[in-house]
């Protein structure tokens, strides 16, 4: 298969007016998106685009909508709104497309654009491939004839239909009255419909990061950074806190203690639940390679299976849908309920803790640590030019860390899918074993 050049694990990202992402190339995204959709069907199509709150969306949202109204697709526009919820409407409004404006966890300075199919699935690599292709095609090709350019409109009820939907989410008999929730919007996607949806179960909230200014998003705030939920926790006396990401597709909580719970202990946490309801679909969990061996250990010892993938959500999704599986996700708090959703949605992953505790009527400190972790540690190194792992002295120290390891842990070492960085993962019987392994790999990196 050819490799993709443009997209990349998730989508379109990079710096914001700079390289592939500026409004030619959204532009040309367009078009090209709005040729491999339309194909030949002669009917009006339909593609719905959601954003963030960066600054860069407002460049990248009107060349958009110029490149699909050109080859005579109709736009409908949400403003910001959570990457779950563009992909729930687009099946919703029986859309041919969505697309979501976002970098994601990234800073401001970043944006990106991902790409969802009719079903509300990320786009195949395949897809994408030939919408790379599509793109290098003269900017007049195929234009649509005067009479048939596509027609743009806002749509003011975008928030609320993704509200009522992820509140259908939650059991009818429950609610959340009598719960203190800190809700981090991370300033972002979610920073209206988070709040509004957990003040109509019934929760008493305190939201923070829901002040995004187009620079805020994701600084110091949010599931990548959670020292501020857990402050807020702790000055409200709240019983919960939830952290979203900028386009609230990831979360991380923490306990009234302030004890943070990523994104394993959620799937060991929702698994273990819906496995004693009934509802966890072969008695299987799908979870990546960077998941901790904790985890595994757990699940095994209630009877459910747990599947790796490689790093990526989108691999994650892919394997439920092959087994038909229902409960997904990673580490860093991207949990995927097929049930429910198509794509990681931490509002959504949220509420299955929430409605854990009002059912037991226990404290999340008492229900959502759910392993013991196997030691593990995770170092990033930046990186320019050509790739490390292509170096001789690298691919030793990779390989000497794997024999020393042997048996008793593993070790991942990746390139990341949306940043310049090469992380470096171990999991281990000991933290000795754990931090050889990195340290002599991050040694070699930091090596010219």
């Known amino acids: 298969m050819t490799a993709r050049k443009i997209f990349g694990t998730d989508g379109i990202r990079g710096t914001a ?40 969306g407002y460049m990248l949202e009107p060349a958009l909508t110029t490149g699909f109204t050109a080859m005579g697709m109709d736009v409908r526009l949400f403003g910001p709104l959570p990457t779950p919820g563009v992909a729930m409407l687009t099946r919703s409004l029986r859309a041919d497309l969505g697309v ?67 509140k259908s989410t939650f059991p009818r008999k429950l609610r959340l009255s009598g719960l203190r929730i800190v809700i981090d919007c991370a300033n972002g996607a979610a920073y209206k419909v988070a709040p509004k949806a957990l003040y109509e179960l019934g929760a008493e909230i305190f939201p923070i990061g829901d002040e995004p200014n187009g620079f805020n998003i994701n600084r110091e705030i949010g599931s990548t950074d959670t020292r501020a939920m857990v402050e807020a926790v702790h000055r409200y006396r709240a019983d919960i806190g939830i952290a979203l990401d900028g386009d609230a597709d990831r979360v991380a909580m923490c306990d009234e203690n302030g004890r943070i719970i990523d994104g394993d202990q959620l799937l060991g946490l929702i698994a273990s639940s819906w496995k004693q309801q009934g509802r966890l679909a072969k008695n299987t969990v799908v979870a990546t390679v960077m998941s901790n061996l904790g985890l595994e250990n757990h699940l095994k010892g209630i009877g459910v299976k747990l599947e790796r993938t490689q790093v990526g959500d989108r691999y994650v999704v892919a394997r439920m849908m092959e087994k038909g599986l229902n409960v997904g996700g990673e580490q860093s708090g991207h949990i995927v309920l097929s049930d429910f959703s198509t794509t990681g ?9 929430l409605a854990v505790m009002v059912e037991t009527g226990k404290k999340l400190s008492e229900v959502a ?10 170092v990033n190194r930046k990186f320019t030019g050509a790739d490390p792992l292509s170096r001789k002295s690298v691919q030793d120290a990779i390989a000497a860390a794997e024999k020393a390891l042997g048996a008793r ?19 281990a019987e000991t933290d000795d074993l754990v931090r050889e392994a990195v340290d002599g790999v991050v040694a070699a990196l930091d090596r010219e």
């Open 17 to 56: 007016n700079h390289g592939n992402v500026t409004p030619e190339m959204a532009m040309r995204l367009g078009m090209a998106a709005a040729t491999y959709f339309r194909r030949s069907d002669p009917r009006r199509h339909l593609v719905v685009i959601g954003k963030d709150t960066r600054l860069s």
């Open 345 to 353: 949605d931490g509002l959504l992953a949220a509420l299955q803790v």
């Open 100 to 166: 979501m404006i976002s970098a994601s966890h990234n800073a401001y300075q970043d944006n990106g654009i991902k790409l969802f199919g009719p079903d509300g699935y990320k786009l195949s690599d395949e897809a994408e491939i030939a919408i790379e292709g599509l793109m290098a095609r003269p900017l007049d090709e195929n234009l649509a004839a005067s009479p048939d350019l596509g027609r743009a409109e806002r749509v003011d009820d975008a928030q609320s239909r993704y509200i009522e939907i992820v």
């Open 409 to 427: 842990g593993r070790l991942l070492v990746r390139k990341s899918g949306t940043e310049p960085l090469i992380r470096v993962m171990a999991q």
């Open 369 to 378: 640590h759910v392993f013991d972790p196997a030691p593990q540690k995770l």
